[in-house]
């Protein structure tokens, strides 16, 4: 087979970041060599994103910058924007081959395979070995099919499926046993995760929690990706408590704290109070525990009102961070019709202050973490340690570095040989702790 070469460059979601390690790895398995300078590849592959306007911006501009460096490569636009190529306002040189998202697993045969998969599995049949991050990601649900007023993923990646238990077990073990310390449960919407035999997401967890615990329980740990708040009933509750590898960490898709704002956009099934009721109950058994969230501002007929209301939960929530959006009209979507659209000032001066008052909630978050007498940080990849370990000086020192159990990026005072290490927290440097190993 004649060697060739290929460059992956990945937008969007960590469902993304997975998928393209997972085209990475079939690649060179077909004989394919990843290359790090896009002019020097034969196939440049764009994995994109359409969740905001922004994302759609990315892809044109991806485009356009590599057919311009690599002009005789074979350039293949996959990802949620390709989806929606034909509606791009202003299209750039036309790749030569779209992938919509729903059809991305044809590229696992090769990029140059243009055979369209007519009879699709029930779940794309992505799966990884290894991870080029320190923390990996597995994927173990695809789809939505609910539809959020604002929300643009039903439409490129169609309706939820779920990975059987089977398979997300041999992953995991996979990664775990390749070294790596530490796991991001991922999906497009794990609220959904259902497997007529495996149950529902925290039926799967707590199954995959037992089974891992015995052999990686004191080496490894199992991180989550984002919930939606109804999930945190009494199950969930019951799980989190139940689970030994889990960690102390939640990412909320709360998008908005306002009754008005959460019915517009079609997620009138929660309440920021009830939220806050439930974390109450969940910090009984999690004292210490990191709480992000996703938030969209500037929603259609969004008022001063409900800002304030936000500003005010964001304190009594106690976010240790927040991913905060200011609202994309997505062709297609409910909201794009809706009256009461916000000028994009307004949209951005709102989002300001909402970053502003989780920065001042993140701020005390990490002042509260320097009284807790130790830590857990999961330190860098397997590959970066050992270089780490074989150079001296002071750039060997940036290496180490690492997430505590909280998500929060830790600083280590000097190298370490383990994976997972204990450490006390010495400082705070702007949104990071600095940490001593003990």
Known sequence: MTP????????????NQYESQALLEAWQKLGGMECVDASEADVVCINSCAVTAQGERDARNAILRLRCKAPAARLILTGCAA?????????PDKPDMIVPQTEKRRLLHGPWDERHDAAKASFPPFAIASFRRARPVLKLQDGCSRRCAYCIVPITRGRAVSRPFADVMAEARRLFAAGYAEIMLSGVSLSQYRHEEDGNFWDMLLRLDKALSPEFGNTARLRLSSLDPVQLDAQGINTLGACRMVCPHLHISLQHTSRSVLQRMGRGHYTAEKLLTVLRTLSTLWPVMGLGADILVGFPEETEEDIKHLLSYIDALG???????PYSQRPGTMAATLAGQHPIQVKTARAARVRAAVQQSRQRFLRAQLALPHMIVAVTTPEARQKSLQSAGEESRLIWKGVNEFYIVCHLDAPVNEMLVPVRPTGINGNILNAKAL
Do not use: D, E, M, R
Not at 83 to 91: D, I, M, S, V
């Open 319 to 325: 976010l240790s961070y927040a991913h905060v959006f």
């Open 4 to 15: 060739w070469k290929f460059y992956i460059t990945t937008f969007g979601c960590k469902v």
């Open 83 to 91: 989806t929606l190529y034909k509606n791009f306002q202003t299209k």
